[in-house]
């Protein structure tokens, strides 16, 4: 309990990611962008991207998804009156890759091969082609 009144040196309440985490209904949505928390259950009607991102990101680190957008500097003033305090240092590092970006990542990364694949195998053979019509293009002229 006594974790829960914990602040930094300048004042900022700072929030255990387990509290940060219930706060994911409609009743309450918080989400964490840079370490910073964020009540944006007021805000969810409000929000021109929709309410189901943010929705998407409640209780958990927004911070790649937000940035991956380009938010405004609007956008950016805006979301500086909703924080209500930080992630305990103690608890950044259990953020640095949520499941969802890990799956990303699997996907990506498989796609990837699989477009290396491709190419290599069409590598091989195109360039004997290419290679060998080059050859015969010089014997010819
Ligand atoms: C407190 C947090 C946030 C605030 C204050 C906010 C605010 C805004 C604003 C003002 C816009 C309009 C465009 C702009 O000015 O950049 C916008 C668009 C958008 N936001 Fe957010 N946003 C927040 C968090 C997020 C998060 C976490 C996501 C992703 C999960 C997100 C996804 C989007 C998307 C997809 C658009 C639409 C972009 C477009 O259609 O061009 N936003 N947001």
């Not at 943010?54 to 500086?80: C, P």
């Not at 799956?103 to 091969?113: I, M, N």
């Not at 053979?125 to 060998?132: D, R």
Request: zero cysteines.
């Amino acid at each position: 309990m006594a974790e829960t009144e914990e602040r930094s040196p300048e004042g900022v309440k700072y929030y255990r990611l387990s509290e940060i985490e219930a706060q994911n209904s409609f009743k309450s949505t918080w989400i964490i962008i840079h370490h910073k928390v964020y009540d944006v259950t007021k805000f969810l009607d409000e929000h021109p991207g929709g309410e189901e991102v943010l929705r998407e990101q409640a209780g958990g680190d927004a911070t790649e998804s937000f940035e991956d957008v380009g938010h405004s500097t609007d956008a950016r003033e805006m979301a500086s009156s909703m924080v209500i305090g930080e992630l305990h240092p103690d608890d950044r590092h259990k953020i640095a890759k949520p499941v969802e970006t890990l799956v990303t990542t699997s996907k990506e990364e498989s796609r990837y091969t699989h477009k290396h694949a491709r190419f290599g195998s069409l590598d091989k053979s195109s360039l004997t082609g290419i290679i060998v019509s080059f050859a015969a293009g010089g014997q010819t002229w």
